[in-house]
């Protein structure tokens, strides 16, 4: 049976490819060799009947994925900042819980709900270990930035906030400043969100006990895994 983030996933990927000329907007994944499906989304996908009937008799390419950043060395192309697989499933699936909530944007509680519907980083078995479970950050994100309309339906794909593009820049320049080579992972995307304390994001982790303690262990984790195997 496929797990939600495999159905997720699947969803994700069903909607990309079924429109042959979709322009993706700069709040999503950039698919950088045409028409062709993530290896990352593949993988989250993997044993998920519905994406394996979509993907019967199809070669799908491999690609490299880049997430939005305002970081100019990276936009420009100067320098290449490689993403996990986990944190571009995380992204995604981010976007998804957005419009679960129905909200009209993905911002920091998404990219939050993103990496715990994600479940295998490092970042999420950490909030995990803690008590911070998917159904807390819900509950937290409607408390903090309250319910949307009944009625109300999110775009396809809802844009970053400022606090989400500011939580992927952190991630992205962190990255860089560390020297080390190696993808920027779940982990440094979890720090991100925590290093900006006005976002909804940091707001709900705090409220559950999430503290610079625990932001110290992760960022630890984080700078050991450059010099294993990428998370």
Same mark, same amino acid.
């Given at each position: 049976?496929?797990?939600?983030?495999?159905?997720?996933? #699947?969803?994700?990927? =069903?909607?990309?490819?079924? =429109?042959?000329?979709?322009?993706?907007?700069?709040?999503?994944?950039?698919?950088?060799?045409?028409?062709?499906?993530?290896? /990352?989304?593949?993988?989250?996908?993997?044993? =998920?009947?519905?994406?394996?009937?979509?993907?019967?008799?199809? /070669? !799908?390419? #491999?690609?490299?994925?880049?997430?939005?950043?305002?970081?100019? &060395?990276?936009?420009?192309?100067?320098?290449?900042? +490689?993403?996990?697989?986990?944190?571009?499933?995380?992204?995604?699936?981010?976007?998804? &819980?957005?419009?679960?909530? +129905?909200?009209?944007?993905?911002?920091?509680?998404?990219?939050?709900?993103?990496?715990?519907?994600?479940?295998?980083?490092? #970042?999420?078995?950490? $909030?995990?270990?803690?008590?911070?479970?998917?159904?807390? !950050?819900?509950? &937290?994100?409607?408390? !903090?930035?309250?319910? =949307? &309309?009944?009625?109300?339906?999110?775009?396809?794909?809802?844009?970053?906030? %400022?606090?989400? $593009?500011?939580?992927?820049?952190?991630?992205?320049?962190?990255?860089? @400043?560390?020297?080390?080579?190696?993808?920027?992972?779940?982990?440094?995307?979890?720090?991100?969100?925590?290093?900006? @304390? %006005? /976002?909804?994001?940091?707001?709900?982790?705090?409220?559950?006990?999430?503290?610079? %303690?625990?932001?110290?262990?992760?960022?630890?984790?984080?700078? %050991?895994?450059?010099?294993?195997?990428?998370?």
């Amino acid at each position: 049976m496929a797990t939600a983030a495999q159905a997720a996933a #699947a969803a994700f990927i =069903s909607f990309l490819s079924s =429109s042959p000329h979709h322009n993706t907007p700069t709040s999503s994944v950039s698919f950088l060799a045409g028409r062709v499906l993530p290896a /990352s989304l593949r993988a989250a996908a993997a044993g =998920s009947p519905t994406f394996a009937s979509r993907c019967r008799g199809r /070669s !799908v390419a #491999a690609i490299v994925a880049q997430l939005p950043t305002a970081n100019p &060395e990276v936009a420009s192309g100067e320098k290449k900042i +490689r993403w996990s697989s986990r944190a571009v499933r995380s992204f995604a699936m981010a976007e998804l &819980e957005a419009r679960k909530m +129905r909200y009209p944007t993905t911002g920091t509680e998404g990219l939050l709900m993103g990496i715990l519907v994600e479940g295998t980083s490092d #970042a999420a078995k950490l $909030l995990r270990a803690n008590g911070i479970t998917l159904l807390n !950050v819900r509950e &937290e994100a409607a408390n !903090v930035l309250g319910k =949307s &309309e009944m009625f109300y339906f999110s775009p396809m794909q809802p844009p970053l906030t %400022e606090a989400a $593009l500011r939580a992927l820049d952190w991630a992205v320049n962190e990255k860089l @400043k560390s020297g080390d080579d190696g993808e920027v992972t779940a982990n440094h995307l979890l720090l991100g969100i925590w290093s900006d @304390k %006005e /976002s909804a994001g940091h707001k709900i982790l705090a409220s559950l006990a999430f503290d610079d %303690e625990k932001a110290n262990s992760l960022a630890k984790t984080a700078g %050991e895994e450059a010099a294993t195997s990428p998370r």
